[in-house]
């Protein structure tokens, strides 16, 4: 169940961000979104502060920002004492936050990083442990998704704006699951903290939004549920399973498999998963298990 875009507090103090920020620097300075870009400008100040509570900055700690824009959430998380290292695309809005940054007023560290984040070494940008605060574009969410989970070192947590439709998606219940809730469930425990309206957005996109809260189950890869090759055979299961979700996953495996039906029988009796079921339905660990069952590799592996 989403949470309201409430602030929560303890002891600390959260930093506090200027409810006339957003909209003040948009008239100043006739910043206007770019289309090209995916741009929509998060101006609702009430919003930005739930992002900037869940994002919880503390002084020493290490966050990854991916789009930063006007920089008003960067200033809070800056004031938060984080060391934030900001990667932006548009090059006019990095040099405002160079600008608007460069005095050394705020409490915590900035590294400003002009450039695509998916061209982006993560290694390269920020230390671990770290965690990643994020406006995401919404053409590239699952590339985002796939970058930051699929292989370490991964962040400690991740603080997402992504489309209401996806962010329901991958954090579904079985019934509901996609190939996308399938990864991102087997890396991380995922939540909805809130509903964002078209409304908070300069100018307002075509859907509703979501902040989602992804924590990642094993961030330095120590314990990986599941080996290299194993993993990349579920995968490949997993997008054959998905190849036709409409159809009883007995004849969709028979069919894309290339395997003996009584063979997929079998594995499927053994996992306890009823032929007739569709894909959505299947829960993360009965994946595993059928993977096992069948023993399934990725293309080129013995």
């Not at 979104?33 to 919003?47: I, T, Y």
């Not at 075509?206 to 290299?228: M, T």
């Amino acid at each position: 169940m989403s949470e309201s875009p409430v602030a929560k507090s303890g002891s600390r103090r959260a930093p506090r961000l200027d409810p006339l920020a957003i909209r003040r620097t948009l008239r100043d300075e006739g910043l206007k979104a770019r289309h090209s870009l995916s741009q929509n400008f998060l101006a609702d100040p009430d919003v930005l502060q739930a992002i900037l509570d869940l994002a919880a900055p503390e002084p020493g700690r290490r966050v990854l920002e991916i789009g930063p824009g006007l920089g008003i959430l960067t200033g809070g998380l800056l004031d938060g004492g984080a060391a934030v290292t900001a990667v932006e695309l548009d090059r006019r809005l990095v040099d405002r936050l160079g600008r608007f940054h460069g005095d050394g007023i705020a409490a915590g560290a900035l590294k400003l990083v002009q450039g695509d984040i998916l061209d982006q070494s993560i290694a390269g940008l920020i230390a671990s442990p770290f965690e990643v605060v994020a406006n995401v574009p919404y053409h590239i969410t699952s590339p985002i998704l796939h970058r930051f989970l699929g292989a370490p070192p991964r962040p400690e947590r991740l603080v997402l704006m992504l489309q209401r439709e996806v962010a329901e998606r991958i954090s579904a219940a079985a019934g509901g699951m996609s190939y996308l809730s399938v990864f991102v469930q087997f890396h991380a425990a995922v939540r909805i903290a809130f509903v964002v309206p078209r409304e908070a957005f300069e100018p307002a996109p075509a859907v509703e939004s979501a902040v989602v809260v992804i924590e990642p189950l094993d961030p330095q890869g120590e314990s990986p549920r599941l080996s290299v090759a194993d993993e990349a055979g579920l995968w490949r299961l997993v997008q054959v399973g998905f190849h036709e979700r409409r159809k009883m996953i007995r004849n969709v495996l028979i069919r894309q498999l290339g395997q003996p039906a009584d063979a997929i029988d079998r594995a499927l009796a053994a996992c306890a998963i009823d032929g007739e079921r569709r894909s959505q339905t299947l829960s993360v660990d009965e994946w595993i298990t059928l993977r096992d069952a069948l023993g399934v590799r990725a293309p080129g592996q013995p």
